[in-house]
């Protein structure tokens, strides 16, 4: 059995030998034949999307998989090329190459070995170009946006395939430019809770960390609408997080453009519907005073309304009341308008409102995460200057045309893309980037476009609801110092409730919430239970203590009652200091002795509204002192008519007996 295992071993170590010979066997560097022959897994990290004549072009590009980078750079065949082709001359030249189809009219190839690149920390490559040299360059001459194709070719057959664009210029001379504003608007779930305390997750957090450090880095102005109910929930949190982060958020909107809000969402056109406009002044005053407290030196401008949510003729008529003179809507509050001829233009909502919105194409573009944002933004880029040429081609004036981008629901634009996006435009000569805040007044000639009307909110029912707290925040309210915080929390709490985003669940919990608030503070004041008093006499005092357990003095008023004492008729309104007591000292005038009960009830100062609850005391009001001296004295009476009329009789018999004609 060994002899015939060793042979069986044999053979096979022998057919192994022969088939490694015969090359049937895979061998070292037979995996990377197996990799490279698909396409390579190539993004493109960086590159200067405007190139002044006399400059360099600058690519970095990066291959994600370390062990097919490291096969690449041991093959001694593999170069980067990097090839220029003729300019395109439409927005639709630049979709189509940035969606698969290859550029035409080659112009200029450059092919650098990996040796010849610069590598990041990273490990990207980054190739670095001439544009007049005469090796190692791209010797472009006119002006125009060139499509580019950077590729990895190994043995002379390219492996690896992406396409991106430059805008290349002579010189920087002034000319024309199209007016570009990036926008967006950030909205957070509420930061106040329906008990009137600050809560502020970590998913806001980052998100309002992100915003940060999209504002911080690249081009401006950005124009950005935050809430300003975020904004006031992190001026008053307690967490050192919190305010910190708006310290930040405050130092970048000083180099942006902050947008005007509402403190929390009211839909305008359902506001001016229901006859709610005084609900939407006041979200609008407190959003103005809050984003002024935070937009630095620079002035709030009113003129422009930017919106999310759809906004009809109502809506538009209530804004006019507000100095809004332009509304910029989102493709998605767009929807039911149709599509417009131009997004470069202004229409009209009305005869005094101008309408703008971002071109959905553009939006599509900037909506999600795309695969490789970089790409994305200098296509975007390529595509706004083919706009201003094809209006320099029409003979249109450049600077009547304005550009808004967002993406399709107005949120954050992903930072990766947005980042160089601003760049590109900021840089390009032929752009400018402007805020949308100052979009200039549209003309008279504008085309009016029939806005539908909007019926997804009605603001009505949630503000009718909290027009009925209203006598009773009144009346909890005179209990408080003039200056007390408490006043504006109930007064931004109850704004709160009219979040046009809250579902009616989410409405009853902060209703309740609400008046809970209100009861917690009027419940504060209390008088001690099951306390008993003893009256001397007729006339006595009563002394009652009143504590409060609140953080702040509150004023009370005092109603005592009880069928046996009589009180005098005043107005018993105290003072109780805060985390404190006080004794009321009471006059009273005992109709009888006894026991028998007080109760005491503390109101609102004005009377209307009851603080706590109804409190019984025990008073015993001992013998009246002057009900038995005159009890006395009718016996001391009745005892002497006794003893003179006895003795009147006695006198009277003694006198019979010694009478000699009495016998």
């Known amino acids: 059995m060994d002899r015939l295992r060793r042979a069986c071993t044999a053979m096979l170590i022998l057919i192994g030998v022969t088939l490694s010979m015969l090359g049937v066997l895979p061998h070292p560097t037979s995996a990377l034949s197996a990799v490279t022959a698909n396409s390579v897994d190539v993004r493109l990290v960086a590159q200067n999307f405007n190139v002044l004549a006399g400059t360099q072009f600058r690519f970095t590009v990066g291959v994600l998989d370390e062990a097919v980078r490291n096969q690449l750079e041991q093959d001694p065949t593999t170069t980067l090329r990097i090839t220029a082709f003729s300019p395109v001359t439409t927005r639709e030249q630049v979709r189509s190459i940035v969606g698969g189809v290859e550029p035409v009219g080659q112009l200029a190839v450059a092919d650098l070995r990996l040796i010849q690149l610069a590598r990041t920390e990273t490990n990207s490559y980054t190739a670095f170009l001439s544009t007049t040299a005469r090796t190692n360059s791209l010797r472009l001459t006119k002006d125009g946006v060139y499509p580019i194709q950077i590729s990895f070719v190994r043995e002379g057959q390219p492996i690896s395939k992406l396409n991106t664009f430059v805008n290349f210029f002579n010189s920087p001379t002034e000319t024309s430019r199209l007016p570009v504003s990036i926008a967006s608007t950030v909205t957070t779930p509420l930061a106040h809770a329906p008990n009137g305390t600050i809560v502020i997750s970590d998913a806001t957090r980052k998100q309002l960390t992100d915003l940060a450090q999209s504002l911080e880095g690249g081009a401006a102005p950005l124009s950005v609408q935050v809430s300003p109910e975020i904004l006031d929930g992190l001026a008053r949190s307690t967490q050192s997080v919190d305010v910190d982060l708006l310290t930040r958020l405050q130092t970048a909107f000083a180099n942006h453009d902050l947008l005007r809000a509402p403190f929390v969402p009211v839909d305008p056109s359902s506001a001016m519907r229901t006859g709610r406009t005084n609900d939407f002044s006041q979200m609008r005053g407190l959003g103005d005073e809050i984003i002024e407290l935070r937009n630095g030196e620079k002035t709030l401008s009113p003129n422009i309304w930017f919106s999310n949510v759809p906004i009809d003729t109502d809506g538009a008529e209530l804004l006019q009341g507000f100095d809004v003179h332009t509304i910029v809507l989102t493709p998605q509050a767009a929807a039911k308008i149709g599509t417009l001829d131009n997004y470069a233009k202004p229409y009209r909502i009305s005869s005094d409102i101008a309408l703008r919105t971002t071109d959905p194409l553009y939006a599509t573009a900037l909506t ?281 009789a006695n006198r009277r018999k003694s006198a019979a007996k010694q009478h000699p004609a009495i016998g």
């Open 368 to 648: 999600g995460k795309p695969n490789s944002p970089v790409i994305t933004a200098y296509s975007l880029a390529a595509e706004l200057l083919m706009q201003r040429q094809e209006v320099v081609d029409s003979g249109g004036v450049v600077s009547s045309n304005f550009v808004v981008l967002s993406n399709t629901n107005g949120t954050p634009i992903d930072t990766a893309l947005l980042a160089p996006l601003a760049v590109a435009i900021d840089r390009a000569p032929q752009l400018r980037l402007r805020a949308l805040s100052s979009l200039p007044r549209a003309n008279s000639e504008a085309t009016l476009v029939k806005v539908p009307r909007s019926n997804q909110i009605d603001v009505s029912i949630a503000g009718k609801a909290t027009d009925s707290l209203a006598d009773e925040l009144a009346s909890t309210s005179l209990m408080l110092p003039t200056d007390a915080p408490q006043r504006l929390a109930w007064s931004t709490s109850k704004l709160v409730m009219l979040d046009d985003r809250l579902s009616s669940d989410d409405f009853a919990l902060y209703f309740k919430g609400f008046r809970n608030q209100l009861r917690l503070l009027r419940a504060s004041v209390k008088v001690p239970q099951s306390l008993s008093f003893t009256l001397g006499g007729r006339g006595s005092d009563l002394r009652i203590q009143l504590r409060n357990d609140a953080a702040v003095d509150l004023t009370v008023s005092v109603e005592i009652s009880s069928a046996k004492l009589k009180f005098p008729d005043e107005d018993r309104v105290v003072t109780v200091p805060a985390n404190g007591a006080v004794d009321l000292v009471i006059p009273v005038v005992a109709r009888a002795s006894g026991r028998f009960p007080i109760e005491v009830v503390l109101y609102t100062p004005d009377g209307l509204v009851q603080a706590g609850q109804r409190v019984q005391l025990t008073a015993r009001v001992a013998a009246i002192a002057g009900l038995g001296l005159v009890v006395s004295g009718a016996a001391a009476l009745v005892l002497l008519a006794w003893w003179l009329s006895h003795w009147r």
